[in-house]
C-alpha cells in the first residue's frame, strides 16, 4: 500500500506570494491532517479534514486554508507569504477521526525569501 | 500551543545501551503517541498507549502511562546505530461526540546512538 505523498518536497517563495501544498493520503484514509513544523514552535496542529469537511483548526491565521476533495486527496494553501512561514509542512493521514495512529509525509520544506 | 514537553531535550549513549525519554503533558488525553523522526524528514509512529492502558511493548519499545501524573515513558532497549533520530511524544486530547483536534506535539528528544 502507498503511504502518503506530499508534493512539492522543496519550494523557494516570495515574501508575499501565495503557495499550495498537495497531500495524497494512504487509500481508503479518510482524515487528513495538517502540521507546521519550525525549529522555534516545533510541531504545531494546522488542521483536520474528513469527508471534505475541515473538522478542527489550530491557531493559526486565516492566510493558513486548506481543503479535501471526494477521494480524500487535500491542499492547504497559505496566502500572503511571510518569512516566518519558512517551515516543513506535514500531511497525515488516519482511516478515521482519532483514536488511532496518524502516518505522516515526507513533508514540503517551504522557504520563504 | 505545546502541550508535551519531553525530556531530555538531547541524549547520547553507547550502541547496546537503554534509552530512556520522558513526556510530561497537561490536559486529560484520550492516548498518546510515540513518534520517530529522522534528519527532518516525516515521523513514524512507534506506538499508540491509550489512557485506561498503564505499559505497551513493541519489540525493543517499552511505554508507560502514568495518567495521574500526566507522564510518560519510553525505553529502547539494546540501542542500535539506527536508532539515532528525534523522538516526539504526542497527546490525542479526551474529546465528545467525535470531534479531535488534532495532535498536540511536545519539542522531542534528539536521541543520539554513538557506535
Known amino acids: 500500500k502507498a503511504g502518503v505523498t506530499q508534493t512539492p518536497r522543496y519550494l523557494i517563495k516570495t515574501r508575499g506570494q501565495q503557495v499550495t501544498l498537495s497531500c495524497s493520503p494512504i487509500s481508503g484514509h479518510r482524515s487528513v491532517s495538517w502540521y507546521q513544523q519550525t525549529p522555534g514552535q516545533g510541531l504545531q496542529f494546522l488542521f483536520e479534514y474528513f469527508s471534505e469537511t475541515q473538522r478542527n483548526k489550530g491557531n493559526f491565521p486565516g492566510r493558513f486554508s486548506g481543503r479535501q476533495f471526494s477521494n480524500s486527496r487535500s491542499e492547504m494553501n497559505v496566502s500572503t507569504l511571510e518569512l516566518g512561514d519558512s517551515a516543513l509542512y506535514l500531511c497525515?493521514?488516519?482511516?478515521?477521526?482519532?483514536?488511532?495512529?496518524?502516518?505522516f509525509g515526507q513533508g514540503t520544506r517551504l522557504t520563504v525569501v | 500551543s505545546q502541550q508535551g514537553e519531553e525530556d531530555p531535550q538531547a541524549l547520547s549513549i553507547q550502541e547496546g545501551e537503554n534509552a530512556t525519554m520522558n513526556c510530561s503533558y497537561k490536559?486529560?488525553?484520550?492516548?498518546l503517541q510515540w513518534y520517530r523522526q529522522n534528519s527532518g524528514r516525516g515521523l513514524v509512529h512507534l506506538i499508540l498507549i491509550r489512557s485506561n492502558e498503564r505499559e505497551k511493548h513493541s519489540g525493543r519499545l517499552r511505554v508507560t502511562l502514568d495518567t495521574s501524573k500526566k507522564s510518560s515513558s519510553l525505553l529502547i532497549t539494546a540501542s542500535r546505530a539506527a536508532d539515532t533520530a528525534s523522538y516526539f511524544c504526542a497527546t490525542e486530547p479526551m474529546y465528545s461526540g467525535g470531534g479531535a483536534d488534532g495532535l498536540t506535539f511536545g519539542k522531542g528528544t534528539h536521541l543520539i546512538i554513538q557506535p
Open positions: 497525515a493521514s488516519s482511516p478515521r477521526r482519532g483514536g488511532t495512529e496518524a502516518f
Open positions: 490536559t486529560s488525553i484520550n492516548n
